[in-house]
């Protein structure tokens, strides 16, 4: 069964940090591309952040540039995203997902795969 399971969410204020880890089971992981997505009160779900499958190359969007931190362990199977300087605006569902042939952060560009989501709150 394919398995990709987002958790480390929680309540922080302004400022300060989560690590959100990304656990994947099922499939090749170290075939796959890994991006993280969120969805935010009233608002479409966006990219925030990818890694690319072999190089390890990373992406991510303007808003989380110098913030947040990428990475993946191919031995324990799990991406993570380090948050560091959360801001209100941060506040959202994410999710994580995995795609067989490209990094991408447009959610909308046929993800393979999208594991559960963790819920991120940030209070002013």
């Known amino acids: 069964e394919v398995q990709l399971q987002a958790s480390g969410g929680g309540l922080v204020q302004a400022g300060g940090s989560l690590r959100l880890s990304c656990a994947a089971s099922g499939f090749r992981f170290d075939d796959y591309a890994i991006g993280w997505f969120r969805r935010a009160p009233g608002k479409e779900r966006e990219g925030v952040s990818c890694i690319s499958r072999r190089d390890g190359d990373t992406y991510y969007t303007d808003s989380v540039k110098g913030r947040f931190t990428i990475s993946r362990n191919n031995a324990k199977k799990t991406v993570y995203l380090q948050m560091n300087s959360l801001k209100p605006e941060d506040t959202a569902v994410y999710y994580c997902?995995?795609?067989?042939?490209?990094?991408?952060?447009?959610?909308?560009?046929?993800?393979?795969?999208w594991g559960k989501g963790t819920l991120v709150t940030v209070s002013s």
């Open positions: 997902a995995a795609d067989r042939l490209r990094c991408t952060l447009n959610p909308f560009d046929g993800m393979d795969y």
